[in-house]
């Protein structure tokens, strides 16, 4: 894990924690390319939700990741190994499944730690499962297909329209 504080990295049921690091790809690179077939960008920010089972070792659990342009976040490349889940304790998974998910704490770290650099966060979510975890974590449907949006305050309609405008111009993220 990177060098942050631990105010910075957020754990739920003593089992689970949730930081950024600096290589996305040496934790999660393998799921990565499992899920969707390539690497990890090698830009961005990278947020790993890690699992133990309390004898010193983490297992890489999750990973998002998270990009800013002109005030908006972009959020994707949300993927949770499910070979760790199923190597969980049967208590821990009962947690993890209680607790929302890998998604939604990977999610709820994005929002709470980046919110002071973006005016709204983006996500696209194609997967019905992970759209229900998304909307469960903040992000808010659009008028735009599967692009969602988490606004940080209250987004004057006109800017509002304008990064949703940038969004959609991005195209996939």
Same mark, same amino acid.
């Given at each position: 894990?990177?060098?942050?504080?631990?105010?910075?990295?957020?754990?739920?049921?003593?089992?689970?924690?949730?930081?950024?690091?600096?290589?996305?790809?040496?934790?999660?690179?393998?799921?990565?390319?499992?899920? +969707?077939?390539?690497?990890?960008?090698?830009?961005?920010?990278?947020?790993?939700?890690?699992?133990?089972?309390?004898?010193?070792?983490?297992?890489?659990?999750?990973?998002?990741?998270?990009?800013?342009?002109?005030? /908006?976040?972009?959020?994707?490349?949300?993927?949770?190994?499910?070979?760790?889940?199923?190597?969980?304790?049967?208590?821990?998974? /009962?947690?993890?499944?209680?607790?929302?998910?890998? @998604? +939604?704490?990977?999610?709820?770290?994005?929002?709470?730690?980046?919110?002071?650099?973006?005016? /709204? +966060?983006?996500? @696209?979510?194609?997967?019905?499962?992970?759209?229900?975890?998304? @909307?469960?974590?903040?992000?808010?449907?659009?008028?735009?297909?599967? @692009?969602?949006?988490?606004?940080?305050?209250?987004?004057?309609?006109?800017?509002?329209?304008?990064?949703?405008?940038?969004?959609?111009?991005?195209?996939?993220?």
């Amino acid at each position: 894990m990177t060098s942050h504080s631990h105010a910075s990295l957020t754990a739920w049921d003593n089992c689970f924690a949730v930081a950024e690091v600096s290589d996305g790809n040496f934790f999660c690179g393998e799921l990565f390319q499992r899920k +969707f077939g390539h690497e990890v960008p090698d830009w961005g920010r990278h947020i790993v939700a890690f699992y133990t089972a309390g004898e010193g070792g983490f297992f890489p659990l999750s990973y998002l990741h998270f990009w800013a342009r002109e005030r /908006a976040g972009y959020i994707g490349g949300g993927c949770t190994d499910g070979n760790v889940v199923r190597s969980m304790l049967p208590e821990h998974r /009962a947690a993890f499944n209680q607790s929302g998910g890998a @998604l +939604f704490h990977t999610l709820t770290y994005a929002f709470t730690h980046f919110d002071s650099e973006v005016d /709204a +966060f983006f996500g @696209l979510a194609e997967n019905p499962r992970a759209r229900e975890v998304d @909307l469960a974590a903040g992000f808010a449907a659009t008028d735009v297909g599967n @692009l969602l949006i988490k606004e940080v305050g209250s987004l004057e309609s006109g800017y509002r329209a304008q990064l949703i405008q940038q969004a959609i111009e991005v195209g996939a993220f």
